[in-house]
């Protein structure tokens, strides 16, 4: 066969592979997004651009190494050919053609996933060794998950505590991602299109919990959504609770602050990276004999190197906890974890 | 004389340690027993120093884990390399020892098995010491791989705790990349390129040698963070939490400052020998494309890792001294670790990269028996690499936070690289076309490497469209993409590499059958463990997780399960070289019958390479021309009777003195190595057209500072027949030509014929090109036209054909 013929075999197999790009079962995850929308269709013109260059250079390949292959005992040498300048220009310019179309595509869906809407919903989000925290300025609601109407841009603030690590704010259902980088506040951009629920992961590793840094993002209708706000409004107006107080619900304070890094068979939580909290009053007998369980819990939330369980590394749990939670929180943690969910 | 070395007999070489003096005990010349206590003092030194500086001398605690680790390792990794002996010649003359000899050969060379655990400055043995260092630690590497497979097998976590199961990938990048990839390149390069280039060994062997052993030190250090704490950032190690993680952070950091300074110092002396330590006729147009290659790496490596060096101890700084370079809270950048960082880790991707691709090009040259296809192109792909190498290192920063205009130019850099990559990939392919391409195991891998490398490739095109870029970057399409690159490119083209040179390397040749089975494993089980992680990538597997939803499990199952024979096949391969090296058949001097000159030199080896700078005529790739010759190698006679070479000779054929023919303009012609040549006829022709003239060419042979010339007779005979070809070819041309070959240094030559009776008006002196001229480096032209104030005109030749050989 000519190199023509050759190259006529690897076109049509390049076209083949394209056509079964199309009629097999989609490659991609769910989307959620006017992002995620125009991204895959991207990213499916850069499937069909590598089947035919794949196509191309395999079939010339193989083909090569079948019919040019050496008989047993030949001994004799390949064409002198040195070059065809003809060809080796177009080697050049053809794939210099392809990577500017990509660029000017990607820039246009670039320019496009990234223009913020006028009547885009702004949330901060907050990344911190282990969990993430998401507020919504405007109607001053802090959750430890997200809740989003659907059909509204949204304009994600993403940053972490000074003191921190690096963390990776991901929707894979949005494919949207950017860093959580301690002081600067990074932005990125998602219009959610589907209801349902997705998930958020901590996509740069920031530590020994990094794997279960996660949590849940829920695209609702305008309605419900403004319906959730309220509501969240309404728990955050809440006069502080007493000591031991009622009001706060401390599986959901366990939930959001603790659940990633420890197991707590009475809130639901699995987390290994730190201590197994089922063994919390062993531990306390065992670290500081002689003080009380409630004062050992509280400790080890506020001044977390103070004791270290043996066979967890030191430095690991946040120290802001102290800050960051309410003395009713931190009150309704300690009579959990000494109860055990038990009253 | 180098080559007179050359000639003793490997046993006085062997044990001639420092001139022929009374041998040291074992406790005191460079040996392991030496490095193990002068590191155990350095190291004690180091540790209490530094507690009685800080004690005594600033009042502080002694102990203090960081910094007195770091002082500790800075000196055990000094007392080691000095223990070992790689300091010695520097030393000895440093103090004026009377053991310090110039030309010290004692360590040059392998003459039994021994020799190759002991410090040597021979490039051909630090080539097998870096290959075998390096591969046993791609086998530790690899057995960490096999660990994380093993824990990723299933979703929930099994085996390891977090902290330890970020070491695992942490220590298992880093010591694939710099205790892996990055030096068995050097290692490669150590062994073929001086052989390639007609040298006799690298510009500075010594320097060569220290490389060669800081570098196991890194990958000990790296090793050893296991026992205090895993160093678990990641081998990016990025800020902050590279400046919280557990004391195994200094660890890898001394690590990485040791494997950097090794890959610096190899990177410089690959540079000046290259540029410099070419043979006769070796031009930059007919260097092998593995030179090539080197040459475009070694500039990346020089320019580059000094980032990284620096990057780390910027962050030992923040960790070890109150410095906030990467803390926000001390007023910081968190990002600036990342573009320093990257400034040399991109370009790492190409030092790991383009000396793969000069293996490839040798490979399927070679054995596709077909010159190579657009070679200027590929050259000068390679360099184009290498440049724009340097302007893409924000792509892995996408979605850092970084500046975000920033993205843009360096997603177009990013895409631009392709080309020149397309480049390579086409004309490998069009080298095989209409070859007789003959299917060995290093050819199978080249061709495999090719199939990889597509996918690696066009993947690479992936992470480089911005948008696509944003959703897989950071997850398991990232790691698919780096190991079809790494694994799918950089590996196989060692393994491709390692079969090829392998005969030259131990003398035996291979196990074809078990070289083609572990082909066939490797391949398929390398495209089956990391093609599914694209599809993980895609769907949001982020890497670097211990954890992962359920839904993954399946796919990750049949990773795991291909992962692990991916690492039995590697079994197969160390078998064959084992076996190979030890019973294996006598392998020719040449069994690929390839052009370049490591394989017209003896197997194996000769100690100093050549006898003679061969003279390179031609391309290395002339595959197909009938005859066609790269290089003239000159190999002396084992036993030539060393016959007492005359003081002064007039070597020349007897002066043919005619009648002084006073009315002629008298032009005289000053060449040695030049002389022979088409173009210094041609120069001498359109000299002596204008006006009836008369040509005198003088050959000066005696050239003291030349140490090359080993048997001044032979030269001379060759000298003398390359003149009378030139005397021939002007007679022809209606000039009146004589012409002598006189035992002078050149400066003399000249000046005596000006001072005779028939002087010259005018001189033409013929020198090989700036880079290999003696003469130039002397400056004789300028001396000479000061001195004789005559015309002088210099003619660079570089060509020289026609000189007599045996061969």
Redesign the interface.
């Known amino acids: 066969m000519s190199?023509l013929k050759v190259g006529l075999v690897a076109l049509v197999l390049g076209a083949i592979g394209t056509v079964l790009l199309y009629v097999t079962p989609s490659?991609?995850?769910v989307q959620a997004s006017v992002?995620?929308e125009?991204?895959d269709e991207?990213?499916q013109w850069?499937m069909i651009?590598?089947s035919f260059?794949?196509s191309i250079?395999?079939t010339?390949?193989i083909y090569?190494?079948w019919k040019?292959?050496?008989k047993p005992g030949?001994?004799?040498?390949?064409?002198?050919?040195?070059?065809?300048t003809v060809?080796?220009i177009a080697?050049?310019l053809i794939?210099?053609a392809i990577?500017v179309g990509?660029?000017i595509?990607?820039?246009v869906?670039?320019d496009r996933?990234?223009r913020p809407a006028p009547n885009r919903l702004i949330v901060d989000v907050t990344g911190q060794e282990f969990y993430w925290t998401f507020h919504y300025p405007r109607a001053n609601v802090t959750t430890g998950y997200l809740n989003l109407p659907v059909g509204r841009q949204v304009e994600f603030h993403?940053t972490s505590p000074?003191?921190?690590?690096?963390h990776?704010f991901?929707v894979?259902?949005f494919?949207?991602?950017?860093?959580a980088?301690?002081?600067?506040v990074?932005q990125v951009w998602a219009t959610p299109t589907r209801i349902g629920t997705y998930?958020v992961?901590?996509?740069?590793?920031?530590?020994?919990?990094?794997?279960?840094m996660r949590s849940i993002v829920n695209v609702v209708t305008p309605a419900r959504f403004r319906q959730w706000i309220a509501q969240q409004k309404r728990t955050a107006k809440a006069p502080p609770p007493s000591s031991g107080g009622g009001a706060v619900d401390a599986k959901a304070v366990f939930t959001q602050n603790c659940s990633s890094c420890h197991t707590l068979a009475a809130a639901g939580a699995t987390g290994?990276?730190g201590p197994n909290l089922d063994n919390l009053a062993a531990d306390a007998a065992k670290y500081a004999p002689g003080e009380s369980e409630d004062n050992y819990i509280r400790d080890s939330i506020e001044n977390p190197g103070k004791v270290v369980v043996s066979?967890y590394?030191n430095?690991v749990m946040p120290t802001t906890f102290g800050q960051s939670l309410s003395k009713g929180e931190i009150a309704s943690l300690v009579q959990l974890l000494a109860t055990k969910g038990g009253t | 004389m180098a080559a007179h070395a050359a000639e003793l007999s490997g046993h006085e070489q062997a044990h001639g340690h420092g001139g022929g003096g009374p041998k040291r005990s074992v406790w005191l010349r460079g040996s392991f027993v030496r490095a193990a206590w002068v590191t155990l003092l350095f190291g004690a030194v180091g540790a209490l120093g530094t507690m009685a500086v800080r004690k005594y001398l600033f009042g502080y605690p002694a102990y203090s884990q960081g910094v007195v680790d770091t002082f500790t390792m800075g000196l055990v990794g000094l007392g080691f390399t000095i223990g070992i002996g790689c300091w010695d010649y520097w030393f000895g003359y440093l103090i004026g020892s009377h053991r310090w000899v110039q030309e010290d050969h004692s360590s040059h060379g392998a003459y039994t098995w021994k020799d190759y655990f002991k410090v040597n400055t021979d490039h051909k043995v630090i080539g097998v010491q870096y290959l075998c260092t390096t591969f046993f630690f791609f086998l530790v590497g690899g057995a960490l791989a096999e660990a994380i497979r093993a824990e990723l097998a299933t979703p929930g976590v099994q085996y390891f705790a977090p902290s330890t199961y970020n070491g695992l990938f942490s220590i298992h990048a880093a010591l694939m990349i710099f205790l892996f990839v990055v030096p068995i390149f050097a290692g490669l390069g150590n062994f073929v390129i001086p052989l390639m280039l007609g040298a006799q060994d690298m510009a500075f062997p010594r320097l060569n040698a220290l490389s060669f052993w800081m570098l196991p030190l890194g990958g000990i250090f790296m090793l050893s963070s296991f026992f205090v704490g895993p160093f678990d950032a990641g081998w990016t190690n990025y800020a902050p939490l590279a400046v919280h993680g557990p004391a195994g952070q200094i660890m890898w950091i001394m690590g990485v400052q040791f494997a950097g300074a090794s890959s610096i110092a190899t990177a410089v002396n690959f540079l000046v020998t290259i540029v410099t330590m070419r043979a006769p006729g070796m031009t930059f147009w007919r260097m092998p494309l593995l030179v090539w290659a080197n040459l475009a790496t070694s500039t990346l490596v020089v320019l580059g890792t000094p980032f990284i060096a620096g990057s780390q101890f910027l962050v030992l700084f923040d960790r070890l001294f109150p410095t906030h370079f990467f803390d926000p809270a001390g007023g910081g950048s968190v990002i600036v670790y990342q573009h320093i960082f990257w400034f040399y880790s991109h370009p790492a991707v190409y030092i790991m990269m383009l000396p793969g691709f000069g293996i490839i090009s040798e490979v399927i040259a070679v054995h596709s028996r077909k010159p190579i296809f657009g070679y200027k192109l590929i050259a000068m792909s390679t360099v184009a690499i290498g440049v724009l190498g340097f302007t893409v290192w924000a792509h892995h920063m996408f979605v850092s936070g970084m500046a975000p205009w920033l993205r843009l130019p360096m997603m177009v850099t990013t895409m631009l690289i392709a080309i020149p990559t397309g480049i390579k990939i086409f004309s490998w392919v069009a080298t095989m076309w209409d070859g007789v391409i003959h299917l060995t195991t290093p050819m199978l891998f080249a061709c495999g490497f090719i199939f990889t490398f597509v996918i690696g490739g066009l993947s690479g095109v992936f992470l480089a469209v911005l948008p696509v870029d944003i959703n897989v970057s950071d997850t398991y399409f990232v790691v698919a993409h780096i190991h079809y690159v790494l694994y799918g490119g950089s590996v196989l083209t060692i393994y491709a590499g390692i079969y090829h040179w392998f005969p030259k390397m131990t003398g035996k040749m291979y196990d074809e059958g078990l070289g083609k089975l572990h082909f066939w494993i490797t391949f398929w089980a390398m495209n089956f463990t990391f093609m599914p992680m694209h599809w993980l990538g895609l769907q949001g597997m982020s890497r670097r997780v211990e954890d992962y939803p359920a839904q993954f499990g399946p796919v990750n199952f049949w990773i795991s399960i291909w992962a692990f024979v991916l690492g039995a096949s590697t079994l197969i391969f160390v078998y064959n070289m084992a076996y190979s090296w030890w019973k294996g058949e006598p392998a020719p001097a040449n069994p690929w019958r390839a052009l370049t000159l490591e394989w017209q030199v003896a197997t194996p080896a000769p100690v100093f390479n050549f006898d003679e700078p061969p003279q390179v005529v031609g391309s290395p790739y002339a595959y197909g021309h009938p005859g066609a010759r790269h290089a003239i190698v000159t190999v002396h006679e084992p036993e030539p009777e060393p016959a007492p070479v005359p003081a002064a000779v007039a070597l020349a054929a007897p002066e043919r003195r005619e009648v002084v023919m006073s009315s002629f303009k008298h032009i005289l012609v000053v060449a040695n190595q030049t002389v022979g040549g088409e173009q210094l006829i041609t120069a001498v022709k359109e000299r002596a057209a204008g006006e009836p003239s008369r040509v005198t060419v003088i050959c000066p042979q005696n050239d003291p500072s030349d140490a090359w010339v080993v048997n001044e007779q032979e030269v001379a005979a060759e000298t003398r027949e390359r003149l009378s070809h030139t005397l021939e070819a002007l007679r022809e041309a209606g000039i009146e030509a004589t012409g002598r070959v006189v035992d002078r240094d050149p400066y003399t030559a000249v000046l005596d014929v000006v001072e005779s009776s028939d002087p010259p008006a005018e001189i033409i002196i013929s020198t090989l090109p700036q880079t290999r001229s003696g003469w130039l480096r002397r400056d004789l032209v300028e001396r000479l036209r000061d001195r004789t104030k005559l015309p002088i005109e210099h003619i660079v030749v570089d060509v020289e054909p026609g000189r007599a050989s045996r061969t």
């Not at chain 1, 000074?162 to 690096?166: E, K, M, S, T, Y």
């Not at chain 1, 494919?175 to 860093?179: L, P």
């Not at chain 1, 590793?205 to 990094?210: A, D, Q, S, V």
């Open positions: 190199a490659w991609f995850p992002q995620a125009r991204q991207l990213y850069l651009m590598s260059i794949f250079v395999v010339f390949l090569s190494m040019f292959r050496a030949d001994m004799s040498d390949g064409k002198p050919i040195h070059g065809h060809l080796e080697w050049t794939p210099l990577v990509f660029g595509a990607a820039t869906v670039l996933n990234e993403v000074p003191h921190d690590v690096i990776d991901y894979p259902a494919r949207v991602k950017i860093d980088v301690p002081g600067i990074t998930a992961i901590c996509n740069e590793l920031c530590g020994i919990g990094h794997s279960q290994t990276v066979g590394p430095g």
